[in-house]
C-alpha cells in the first residue's frame, strides 16, 4: 500500500517565546521487508536558527531545532510518501510463557533491537501489581506468548472505553487502568506494563493509523491522526510482532511506522523546552491518503 503523508502542530502562544529547542520524531522509519519511506520532509515556521538531522538509539529519526528569536506561533509540518507491505500471515512459532525465559538469556545483543531494553522499568513505566493481576487473569499453563499478547490485547479493547477527553498526555498507567478509560497512548501503556510483568519484553510503537470514513461519508481533510501501539518480543523464532490494543488487532499494511521505544518518552512527536510565562494552544491536522 502506498501512502502519501502530512502532518501540521501549530503551536499558538499566549506571549511570545523565545529560546525554544525542540526534538522532532515525525518521519517514517525505513524498515525491510515491511515499510520504505520513499521520501520524506520535516519543515517548520519560523525557520529555526539550528538544525540537525540524526538518527537516535533506537533508529527512529530525529530532527533538531533551534528558536532564538521571539515568536508568536510555531507550525511544524511533515510530508512523506510511504510504502507499507501486506504482512502475510505467521504461524505461532512463539515459546509457551514457562520457556520464553530461556530464549530471551540466549540473546546476548544489545542493539536496539535487542529485547533486553524492554524487559524492565523505562522511564514512564514502572511496576504495577494492580496491572500484574489483571494480566494474570488471562494466563494459563501452556499459553503460548503470542496467544496471551492476543488475549490481553482483547481484555483491554472490551474492558476500557476510548475516551479521549478522560486522559492528557501526562497520564500514568495506573491512572489509565483505574479509570478504564483513555486514548491508543493509554491501552498502549497499559498493555507494555501488563506484558513486562510476564516477563515478556514489549515496548511503545508511534505512527500513523489509515482511518476509513463510515459508508456514505466522505474523508473529511485533516481528521485523521497520530496513532500508537505495542510490540512484544515472540521468541527467538518469531523475534518482535505488533498489535493494536484500540482495535485489537495484529498490525498490518494501515498501520505506518514512526518509531520504536521503551514507551512514549522515546518517541514523543516533539520534545522540548522554552522561555516564556504564558498558555499555549495547540492545534493538529494529519492526512493519511492512499494513492491511487
Known amino acids: 500500500m502506498l501512502y502519501d503523508l502530512s502532518l501540521r502542530m501549530h503551536y499558538a502562544y499566549e506571549v511570545p517565546v523565545s529560546g525554544g529547542r525542540h526534538v522532532v520524531r515525525l518521519l517514517p522509519l525505513s524498515i525491510p521487508g515491511r515499510q520504505r519511506l520513499i521520501a520524506g520532509t520535516i519543515g517548520a515556521t519560523p525557520s529555526p536558527e539550528e538544525?540537525?538531522?540524526s538518527v537516535d538509539f533506537f533508529d527512529n529519526a530525529a530532527t533538531s531545532m533551534v528558536f532564538r528569536k521571539a515568536h508568536e506561533t510555531l507550525t511544524i509540518r511533515m510530508q512523506a510518501r510511504v510504502q507499507v507491505?501486506?504482512?502475510a500471515p505467521e504461524a505461532d512459532l512463539s515459546p509457551t510463557i514457562e520457556r520464553l525465559a530461556d530464549e530471551l538469556a540466549a540473546i546476548w545483543s544489545i542493539d536496539a533491537a535487542a529485547p533486553h531494553h524492554f524487559a524492565g522499568r523505562s522511564p514512564r513505566l514502572g511496576d504495577d501489581p494492580d496491572?500484574?493481576?489483571?494480566?494474570?487473569?488471562?494466563?494459563?499453563?501452556?499459553?503460548?506468548?503470542?496467544?496471551?499478547?492476543a488475549d490481553i490485547s482483547k481484555a483491554i479493547h472490551t474492558d476500557f472505553t476510548y475516551?479521549?477527553?478522560?486522559?492528557?498526555?501526562?497520564?500514568?498507567?495506573?491512572?489509565?487502568?483505574?479509570?478504564?478509560?483513555?486514548v491508543c497512548q493509554d491501552f498502549s501503556h497499559v498493555m507494555i506494563v501488563a506484558l513486562r510483568s510476564l516477563g515478556i519484553p514489549a515496548g511503545y510503537v508511534s505512527g500513523f493509523l489509515r482511518t476509513i470514513p463510515p459508508p456514505?461519508?466522505?474523508?473529511?481533510?485533516?481528521?485523521?491522526?497520530?496513532?500508537?501501539?505495542?510490540?512484544?518480543?515472540?521468541?527467538?523464532?518469531?523475534?518482535?510482532?505488533?498489535?493494536?490494543?484500540?482495535?485489537?488487532?495484529?498490525?498490518?499494511s494501515d498501520?505506518?511506522?514512526v518509531g520504536y521505544g521503551r514507551d512514549y518518552s522515546d518517541v514523543a512527536p516533539v520534545i522540548g523546552v522554552l522561555k516564556s510565562y504564558g498558555n499555549q494552544e495547540i492545534d493538529q491536522a494529519v492526512d493519511v491518503i492512499p494513492v491511487k
Do not use: C
Not at 475516551?163 to 483513555?182: I, M, N, Q, Y
Open 51 to 53: 538544525r540537525s538531522d
Open 85 to 87: 507491505e501486506t504482512l
Open 131 to 149: 496491572i500484574a493481576a489483571y494480566a494474570r487473569k488471562h494466563v494459563k499453563s501452556g499459553m503460548t506468548v503470542r496467544q496471551i499478547a
Open 163 to 182: 475516551d479521549p477527553e478522560a486522559t492528557s498526555v501526562d497520564t500514568t498507567p495506573r491512572e489509565a487502568f483505574t479509570l478504564k478509560a483513555g
Open 216 to 252: 456514505g461519508k466522505e474523508r473529511l481533510e485533516g481528521a485523521d491522526a497520530m496513532h500508537a501501539w505495542v510490540r512484544f518480543w515472540a521468541g527467538a523464532t518469531l523475534g518482535w510482532m505488533e498489535i493494536d490494543p484500540t482495535n485489537d488487532m495484529f498490525v498490518n
Open 255 to 257: 498501520h505506518i511506522v
